[in-house]
């Protein structure tokens, strides 16, 4: 075996290592949303968040099987297990890629339709349950404000709004005098500005980490060639 080969071997073996523990932090992660803010799932009108952290949890598992198929390719040092590995993760990546660059277009969009599914759930009376724990558990009112009830909550009475949102019985009864002044929406639109940095310095990693691994494999079947040629010549 050539220095080359065991170099170009080590390099692949260590960025796959850490593409199969991102692999596990994504799928990690996705469970973490789907728990830490299940709250917010419920009070939306459809169920597309549900959809986007099962799609997370889907992520993470598929990098994790391809990360272990390119750990066997490079233990038997086979070119068709390396090369399904390799065309694995040229579709991740330009999955990625597209996601990445269809969120950022379409960012403005996505608040947009978020803030009106939360307010249709507002109005649905199935999601009182739900709007209530949300409220309490994060000191907001409504989507932006506390007049989102306005007409919602009790028609008899447009001025109502929720004991949740301002902490104590009955206190709903004044109106948003002493609801409290943040909205649902920004609460949650905070705590995703908050993250942001964090997602995009490891989006950013990823990207480099999955660039090294579309060549590595390339240069494993090109010694791994080479290695056969002179092994039969």
């Known amino acids: 075996m050539t220095t080359g080969n065991k170099t170009a071997r080590v390099i692949f073996l260590v960025c796959d290592f850490i593409f199969l523990i991102m692999g596990i932090g994504i799928f990690i992660a996705g469970i973490y949303l789907k728990v830490s803010r299940a709250d917010f799932t419920e009070v939306l009108d459809s169920k597309e968040f549900n959809f986007a952290t099962a799609l997370m949890v889907s992520a993470g598992i598929i990098v994790v099987v391809v990360a272990i198929i390119g750990l066997i390719g490079e233990r038997l040092q086979n070119q068709c297990v390396l090369g399904v590995y390799l065309i694995c993760v040229i579709l991740i990546f330009c999955l990625e890629l597209a996601a990445g660059i269809t969120g950022a277009i379409y960012r403005n969009r996505i608040e947009a339709a978020l803030q ?3 307010l249709n759930g507002l109005k649905n009376t199935d999601n009182r349950n739900a709007w209530d724990t949300v409220q309490e558990l994060y000191e907001c009112c409504g989507v932006h404000n506390a007049t989102d009830w306005n007409n919602v909550f009790d028609p008899r009475n447009p001025t ?11 206190c709903g009864t004044t109106g948003t005098q002493v609801a409290w002044t943040i909205g649902c929406f920004a609460d949650a639109k905070e705590w995703l500005e908050m993250n942001y940095l964090t997602i995009v310095l490891v989006a950013v990693i990823e990207a ?3 660039l090294f691994l579309i060549i590595m494999p390339i240069v494993l079947i090109y010694f791994i060639r080479k290695e056969k040629k002179y092994r039969y010549m």
Do not use: R
């Open 160 to 170: 109502w709004i929720p004991d949740s949102c301002c902490g104590f019985e009955n």
């Open 208 to 210: 480099v980490l999955q």
């Open 116 to 118: 009106n599914d939360m």
